[in-house]
């Protein structure tokens, strides 16, 4: 039996082996309110954070977690939080390629293990979807997420 407790509580419910979840929110407030329990568990656990986040939001988004008691800068300094910019991940090389997102989002959840974090915990927005950058055309939002959930089924 795996001594390390693999479970993810979220919303009240424990999520099995297969864990991704799309949530639609009607602000940036309710997101972080449905959220923050989810993102402080998994620090409580030393489990790795890796969030991409608008360029714009940022500053806001560390703010938001330093207010429920993460140590950002302590965290940052660790590894165990990553913070990236879409311009770093969905759109490198100016484009939005889905290859190299899937592949970025696999090298992400095996480095972590490699690293000494039991679980990693993922964090994206997809309101980059709607900016007009090449290689948006072809993006399906439902091919685009069931190709994430078996990316995280590493």
């Not at 714009?56 to 302590?74: C, W």
């Not at 759109?91 to 899937?102: E, I, K, T």
């Amino acid at each position: 039996m795996d001594p390390i407790d693999r479970s993810v509580r979220f919303a009240g419910g424990t999520l099995g082996r297969h864990r991704h979840i799309c949530a639609f929110f009607n602000s940036i407030d309710e997101e972080h309110r449905v959220l923050r329990s989810f993102i402080k568990d998994g620090f409580d656990r030393g489990e790795k954070a890796f969030h991409i986040v608008d360029p714009e939001l940022r500053e806001e988004h560390l703010k938001r977690l330093a207010d429920v008691d993460i140590n950002v800068e302590r965290a940052m300094g660790s590894g165990q939080l990553e913070v990236r910019l879409w311009q770093d991940c969905q759109f490198r090389g100016g484009r939005f390629d889905q290859d190299a997102m899937l592949a970025l989002i696999e090298e992400v959840l095996r480095s972590g293990p490699a690293a000494g974090y039991p679980l990693t915990r993922f964090l994206g927005h997809m309101e980059w979807a709607l900016l007009d950058k090449p290689g948006l055309d072809d993006l399906s939002f439902i091919e685009f997420e069931t190709l994430c959930v078996r990316s995280v089924e590493i």
